[in-house]
């Protein structure tokens, strides 16, 4: 089975631009979470989607929002964009987002914010 | 409010020692503990996970063992090899509110060749 994928594998943006980064589960995978790196704050929960619902979401302020098709894949939009956004953004899939499943991430999306 | 722990942020040892992370949480109603894997800006590879019901998980070199009541994971890894360093977190699923993974900061683990 193929992994999770993540488009694009880096982007440079400016402040003030909006951004919309794309995740494929793997085959079968029905929920996507997201998160984000930064090496001040480590790795924190966006949100995630399971069968095109928002199911949870993390404290991000509204400019963060999310969807998912009904192919699973999953797609994050950032918009006002700031210097603080510039971060590491993975998103992982597992086949039902339950608290026994196992979460396969993808390599992220290196975001630079100039 | 659920915090991972994980000390020391960094640990180097020679080549072919087996070494012990560690991983603390303060809350002891998880669903699970997962250990990953980081390479520099890389994405996270999953290692081991192990449920709430079981206290060790094993994958080759690798031993993952979990104590809910005293809130620690350990990552055993035997026979250290230089392709071993990266960053190892430890993140858990808690049983109440939203079944995200929590992160420990990590420790960067650098094998000596």
């Known amino acids: 089975k193929a992994g999770v994928t993540q488009t694009p594998r880096y982007l440079i943006k400016t402040r003030g631009q909006q951004v919309t980064l794309s995740c494929s589960p793997i085959s079968g995978h029905r929920s996507v979470s997201w998160y984000q790196q930064t090496p001040g704050q480590g790795l924190q929960f966006l949100f995630e989607?399971?069968?095109?619902?928002?199911?949870n979401k993390g404290n991000f302020p509204g400019r963060f929002s999310g969807r998912q098709f009904s192919n699973s894949r999953s797609e994050m939009n950032v918009s006002t964009l700031e210097l603080g956004d510039s971060a590491l953004y993975l998103c992982?899939?597992?086949?039902?987002?339950?608290?026994?499943?196992?979460?396969?991430f993808g390599p992220g999306t290196r975001l630079t914010v100039l | 409010k659920q915090e991972v722990t994980q000390i020391p942020a960094a640990l180097s040892v020679p080549e072919g020692e087996n070494l012990v992370l560690n991983c603390s949480f303060t809350?002891?109603?998880?669903?699970?503990l997962q250990w990953f894997r980081q390479d520099p800006g890389k994405g996270l590879t999953s290692l081991l996970l192990?449920?709430?019901?079981?206290r060790e998980q094993t994958s080759g070199r690798l031993n993952a063992s979990l104590d809910k009541s005293s809130g620690r994971s350990t990552l055993y890894i035997a026979a250290s090899q230089p392709g071993d360093s990266a960053t190892y977190l430890c993140a858990l699923i808690s049983n109440f509110g939203n079944e995200k993974l929590t992160f420990g900061t990590g420790t960067r683990l650098t094998i000596i060749p």
């Open positions: 809350d002891s109603a998880i669903y699970n």
């Open positions: 992982a899939s597992s086949f039902q987002g339950r608290g026994t499943d196992t979460q396969y």
């Open positions: 192990i449920q709430s019901s079981q």
């Open positions: 989607y399971f069968s095109e619902t928002q199911r």
